[in-house]
């Protein structure tokens, strides 16, 4: 099974990308959406957050704005978030391809904004950045996220910038805002890589 690495920071394009290379056959694991269905189903996981952020949790539900004030202001929070997160993220999407490679999936895609800080990089036959100037990702997750354009901007600048994505991929993909350019871009880039 080949395993491509997608990253780049919140609201860059990546589920863009991640969407067409689905079309095109591909599977998609999404860490976030593995960190979600992790956080819901392991009490252990719940119960580390609650010890180093205090009352997040509304019984099992977390309230993900209140820890976003702490982790997206506090850059040492957010280290300290990833740290407990991670190990947990990790073994599950370890899990999940395990489990695709089982069924003969051919191409899986790992979309994770963390990919090239953690042990999931080494997971990957290559990876690729997606890019976006900051304005535009501010632009976006306001409309997207339903952020303040203070939460937008305060999640962008705690977070790599694109130079660091577009050095440290092997591939790059500019997010200009012309979605048919991205798209034409991620196709080239998809049948490159397959």
């Known amino acids: 099974m080949k395993i491509i690495g997608i990253t780049g920071g919140s609201g860059a394009g990546k589920s863009t990308v991640t969407a067409l290379w689905r079309r ?5 694991i999404d860490a976030d959406a593995v960190y979600r269905e992790t956080l819901a189903q392991n009490p252990q996981l719940r119960a580390e957050i609650a010890a180093r952020f205090g009352d997040v949790f509304s019984g ?8 976003a004030e702490i982790v ?12 407990i997160t991670h190990k947990y993220v990790i073994e599950a999407v370890w899990n999940r391809l395990r489990a695709e490679s089982a069924r003969g999936t051919v191409v899986c895609v790992l979309d994770a904004i963390y990919l090239l800080e953690t042990d ?6 290559h990876t690729v950045a997606v890019t976006c100037p900051a304005e535009r990702r501010v632009a976006r997750l306001t409309e997207r996220d339903g952020l303040t ?3 937008a901007r305060q999640r962008v600048r705690n977070q790599k910038s694109d130079e660091y994505y577009a050095q440290n991929c092997d591939f790059a993909l500019e997010n200009t805002g ?3 350019a991205l798209e034409r871009g991620a196709k080239e880039t998809f049948h490159q890589l397959i």
């Open 24 to 28: 095109m056959g591909a599977v998609i």
């Open 60 to 67: 099992a539900e977390l309230d993900r704005g209140r820890l």
């Open 72 to 83: 997206f202001t506090d850059r040492q929070a957010l280290l300290d978030l990833n740290a």
């Open 120 to 125: 999931l990089r080494q997971l990957c036959n």
């Open 149 to 151: 354009e203070e939460q």
């Open 178 to 180: 012309d979605r048919e």
